[in-house]
Structure formats: structure tokens, C-alpha cells
């Protein structure tokens, strides 16, 4: 009798079934494993809306009460002062607290751990193939603007719109990177290169594309906040270039999940044109509708897609990196 329930208990042992380990998931991120009090995309937009009402409305609003209506005779160190606390406590300061409202760990959005220098060469690298990269499509995209908007008057009229507010964008660049002396230059670069970098990023790499990636896969969420970071700068020419840019930049965070790579590639960027502004003394270093005459044209071309060939080489050769790097750490 006593061997019949033996027999028996072993039959009702419960069988255990195979599950499937997150950890070996190639795609698996265990910093997404996040609690949130609104959906990620809603947060996503709320950042979007915020920094947009809070930097460029209210951010407009006070300049105006603090500076007064005419903005050219206001010293330009002033407008300078102004920028900074603007991309520091509209920008930089909502998307730290955006994400200390919504989520349960800061520091799983706003990532910040030290890269390795292998990895921090690789993409300061492609930020420099990029910058002539992008320089040399400006080009090319300007001059067939041109051609075409003498063959269509609906072009030539959208031209003429995209001229004017070019030339506005262009104008408060212009008076941001002059300086006299070495005070104001330290102060241009700071304002420039060191606070966009540290703000831009914390919104867009950090609250904005973290929110996204928890709900869509692989690279739609820093494709996503790359469109959204082109557009907030107001620069019809520049879009494009600037949603490479924002793409790069991302690609960047989302690889090193760390933000602070992109924020090194974006002061690299901002600091070589205020440097190049300096050293050179060319307007068409911050002009986004320069153009080039036909015969100029082919060389721009040929420069444009050898460094296309470039970069697509780098960014297979930084994939490999991050594949080598994660065998080795489930070896």
C-alpha cells in the first residue's frame, strides 16, 4: 500500500515548465524595467510640449519683461545670460523632474555611467566624418533648391519663406558666437556649446527617447525624437543635417546607455563651429543656404558620398564593438 502512494506521489509532482530569461533576450534592456505613472509615449510628449512652451513662450515672455521689447540694443552679453538660464531651467531642469514625477528610478531615463575610451573614440570619430558629411549635402541640397525654384513658382514662394526665416535664425547665431575678447569667448562657448549640450541632451537623448524606447523597439525611438529634436530648432535648410545629427546623437545614448557620450558629440560639434567661426572668420560656417556654383558641384558630390561610404563603415565597426562586448559578458 505504501509503495502504491509513493508511485502515486511521484506522479503528482508538478512538471516544470521551460521559461524564457529575459537576460537572454539580445534585446532585453533591464533599465526599461520601469514603473511609470503615465503611459512612456504620453511622457514622451508631454516632455516635448513642455520644453517647447516653457522655452520658447515662457522663456519669450520674461526675455521681454526682463530685457524690454528691443532686443537689438540689449547688450549681447545679456541675450547670452538669458539663452543659458532658459536651456538650463526650461530645458534641462522639466526633463529632470518629468522624470522624477513619472517614473520610479530616475537614473534608469537620465543614464549617466563612464565610458570606456574605446567606445567614446569610435563615435567622436563618426562626429567627425559627419560634420564635413553633412557640410558638403548642405551644399548639394542648396544648389538643386535653387535650380528648381527657377522652374516653379511654388517653390521659389516656399524659398522665399524658408529665406526670411533663415535669415532670422542665422542673425541671432551670428550675434551669439561674436566676441571681442577672451571673456566673451569663454562665455560664447559655454553658452554655445557646454549648456545646449548638457540640456538638449538631458530632454531629448535622455527623458524624451528613454520614454520612447520603453515602448518601441530597436531604433524607431531615437528616429522619433531625431525628427522632433530638427524640428525645435527652427532651421528649414538645416533639417535634415540636424535630424542626422539628432539620429547620431542617439544612436550614440542608445548604444553606450550612457548620455554622456551624446553630450560629448554635441559640445564637439558646437565647440568646432564656434571655433572654426573664430579661427577662419566665415559666415558660411553657421549659413545652412549656402550655395556652390556648378562647378564646384561635383566635388562636393564626390566628397559626400566617400564620406557616406565612411561613416556606414564606422557605424558597422561600432555595432561589431557592442556585439563583441556583450559576448563577453555573457561568456
Known amino acids: 500500500m505504501d509503495e502504491f502512494k509513493d508511485d502515486y506521489q511521484k506522479e503528482e509532482q508538478p512538471v516544470e515548465i521551460p521559461t524564457i530569461v529575459k537576460e537572454h533576450d539580445p534585446d532585453y534592456d533591464p533599465d526599461n524595467d520601469l514603473e511609470f505613472q503615465v503611459s512612456p509615449v504620453a511622457a514622451a510628449f508631454i516632455g516635448l510640449a513642455g520644453a517647447f512652451f516653457l522655452y520658447q513662450i515662457v522663456g519669450s515672455i520674461l526675455t521681454v519683461l526682463i530685457l524690454g521689447m528691443d532686443l537689438e540694443s540689449v547688450p549681447v552679453n545679456s541675450l547670452r545670460l538669458m539663452t543659458m538660464a532658459g536651456q538650463i531651467l526650461f530645458i ?49 541640397q542648396n544648389y538643386y533648391l535653387e535650380v528648381f525654384a527657377k522652374s516653379s513658382s511654388f517653390i521659389n514662394s516656399a524659398k522665399s519663406f524658408f529665406d526670411s526665416l533663415n535669415e532670422m535664425v542665422e542673425k541671432t547665431y551670428s550675434n551669439l558666437l561674436s566676441a571681442s575678447n577672451i571673456f566673451e569667448l569663454s562665455l560664447v562657448v559655454i553658452v554655445v556649446a557646454v549648456v545646449p549640450a548638457l540640456s538638449e541632451e538631458t530632454m531629448f537623448r535622455g527623458f524624451i527617447q528613454r520614454s520612447f524606447e520603453l515602448k518601441y523597439k530597436k531604433y524607431a525611438g531615437l528616429i522619433i525624437t531625431a525628427i522632433f529634436f530638427s524640428l525645435y530648432h527652427f532651421n528649414p535648410y538645416g533639417f535634415i543635417p540636424l535630424f542626422v545629427l539628432g539620429a547620431f546623437f542617439g544612436f550614440a545614448a542608445f548604444k553606450s546607455k550612457t548620455l554622456l557620450i551624446p553630450m560629448f558629440l554635441h559640445f564637439l560639434n558646437n565647440f568646432s563651429a564656434v571655433s572654426l567661426y573664430h579661427i577662419i572668420g566665415d559666415d558660411e560656417l553657421i549659413k545652412s543656404d549656402g550655395s556652390v556654383n556648378s562647378d564646384e558641384l561635383s566635388s562636393y558630390v564626390m566628397m559626400f558620398f566617400a564620406l557616406v561610404i565612411l561613416f556606414i563603415g564606422l557605424i558597422i565597426v561600432i555595432n561589431k564593438y557592442y556585439s563583441s562586448k556583450q559576448l563577453l559578458k555573457e561568456e
Open 92 to 140: 534641462m531642469l522639466p526633463a529632470l523632474l518629468f522624470a522624477k514625477w513619472i517614473y520610479s528610478d530616475v537614473g534608469k531615463i537620465i543614464r549617466i555611467r563612464k565610458p570606456d575610451l574605446k567606445e567614446l573614440g569610435l563615435f567622436t570619430i563618426g562626429i567627425v566624418v559627419l560634420t564635413p558629411l553633412l557640410q558638403s549635402y548642405l551644399y548639394i
